[in-house]
């Protein structure tokens, strides 16, 4: 069984060496201004007695932007059930939208985002090459072997009564 659940402090090297192992770093530039997803807010989905996958998140006015979504345990649910917490989490913040920016070779995102029900609603062309959030732990060409260069906007908006 999957349990989703806030991070803890005690989950900070866990999420700092996880965030560093999937991505190459824990800085993300988000807005075009480098964070460090480390410190974001998030969410750890155990699976069994394991940490399985992490999600950060931040809060704006705009809504709520997922910076990083990770799975450690491939299709078996972890990334929809962390997805399908921070979204509870946006209908209890009433937010306006949920969105997230994801880059053109990752096809992996790409599909699992829509297939939740995001919609892709901007395309930065060389947005990639462009942004900070080209940090130099992104290779030029992804391993999947698709330059990543576009960045993809996807975003799930949400009617605040
Ligand atoms: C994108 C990512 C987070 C998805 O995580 P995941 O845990 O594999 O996601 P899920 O298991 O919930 O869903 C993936 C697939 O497994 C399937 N699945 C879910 N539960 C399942 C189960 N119990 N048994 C079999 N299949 C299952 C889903 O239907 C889905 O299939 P589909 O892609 O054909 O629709 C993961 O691939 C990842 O970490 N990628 C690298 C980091 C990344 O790119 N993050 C996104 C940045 S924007």
């Keep these: 069984m999957i349990v989703v659940r806030p991070t803890t402090p005690d989950d900070q090297c866990w999420t700092s ?15 075009d201004v480098p964070v460090d997803a480390a410190v974001l807010p998030g969410f750890v989905a155990e699976l069994g007695v394991r940490r399985a996958g992490l ?20 299709g078996q649910g972890v990334g929809r059930a962390l ?7 946006v209908l209890e913040l009433r937010a306006p939208r949920l969105w997230l920016i994801t880059a053109n070779d ?19 062309h060389n947005g990639v090459k462009r942004s900070p959030r080209a940090k130099p732990s992104i290779p030029g060409v992804a391993g999947n072997g698709i330059p990543s260069r576009h960045e993809l906007e996807f975003d799930l908006a949400l009617t605040v009564p």
């Design 106 to 124: 990752n096809l992996l995102a790409i599909g699992f985002h829509q297939r939740w029900g995001m919609d892709l609603v901007r395309l930065v």
């Design 17 to 31: 060496d996880t965030l560093r192992l999937g991505r190459g770093s824990t800085t993300v530039a988000r807005l």
């Design 55 to 74: 999600v950060t998140y931040v809060v704006g006015t705009d809504g709520v932007e997922t910076v990083t979504l990770q799975s450690l345990a491939r």
């Design 83 to 89: 997805f399908d917490r921070v979204h509870k989490m």
